[in-house]
């Protein structure tokens, strides 16, 4: 059974960093494009990195260009994201997402149960 | 970036109902769309992708259509286990998402 399962997540102050981990399982975790999603309190779905089978390509959105980093350890089949600087439009629900094949272009067809980041003071 | 503009925002219809959502792109995105369900409190499931493909174990009364910059997404026959959120997602650049279609039950 596929399963991807994140932890990291908290209440951390303005400025602060955080760093998210998503375990994989159920797959071969290094032939998928895996991805990072997050979802603010009551709001819709905001797509915020993505990582390439190999870790060839990676992209981010532009709101977290530069704070936020994505990688992933294949032989350990994880996911990560480290996050600098966080600001209070942060706060969301982090999903953690796998591709559909090797590429960044792809749907997401198994997604994790999501990890809360609050930043407040 | 490209914008993804999803309509209606919110949907009441009967069970039985044939449901209808459109997302437009504000760009030539090919067949580059994804469309997902969103249960309250869940993570979002994966229906349809490159546009009209029915992801493995999706019922068959949901599908999608369309290419370049305006498609649709289709539940044939209502269900009340259908209630939920819809989103449209582009990829044919970074991916942005519609801003969803709330649907509930008349």
């Known amino acids: 059974e596929v399963q991807v399962v994140e932890s990291g997540g908290g209440l951390v102050n303005p400025g602060g960093s955080l760093r998210l981990s998503c375990a994989a399982s159920?797959?071969?975790?290094?032939?998928?494009?895996m991805n990072w999603v997050r979802q603010a309190p009551g709001k819709g779905l905001e797509w915020v990195s993505s990582?390439?089978?190999?870790?060839?390509?990676?992209n981010y959105a532009d709101s977290v260009k530069g704070r936020f980093t994505i990688s992933r350890d294949n032989a350990k089949n994880s996911l990560y994201l480290q996050m600098n600087s966080l600001r209070a439009e942060d706060t969301a629900v982090y999903y953690c997402?796998?591709?559909?094949?090797?590429?960044?272009?792809?749907?997401?067809?198994?997604w994790g149960q999501g990890t809360l980041v609050t930043v407040s003071s | 970036d490209i914008q993804m503009t999803q309509s209606p925002s919110s949907l009441s219809a009967s069970v039985g109902d044939r449901v209808t959502i459109t997302c437009q792109a504000s760009?030539?995105?090919?067949?580059?769309l994804n469309w997902y369900q969103q249960k309250p409190g869940k993570a979002p499931n994966l229906l349809i992708y490159?546009?009209?493909n029915l992801e493995t174990g999706v019922p068959s009364r949901f599908s999608g259509s369309g290419s370049g910059t305006d498609f649709t997404f289709t539940i044939s026959s209502l269900q009340p286990e259908d209630i939920a959120t819809y989103y449209c997602q582009q990829y044919d650049n970074l991916p942005t998402f519609g801003q969803g279609t709330k649907l509930e039950i008349k």
């Open positions: 159920g797959f071969t975790f290094s032939s998928y494009s």
């Open positions: 490159d546009a009209s």
């Open positions: 990582i390439s089978s190999s870790s060839t390509y990676i």
């Open positions: 760009q030539d995105i090919s067949n580059y």
């Open positions: 997402a796998r591709g559909r094949d090797y590429s960044t272009s792809s749907g997401y067809n198994y």
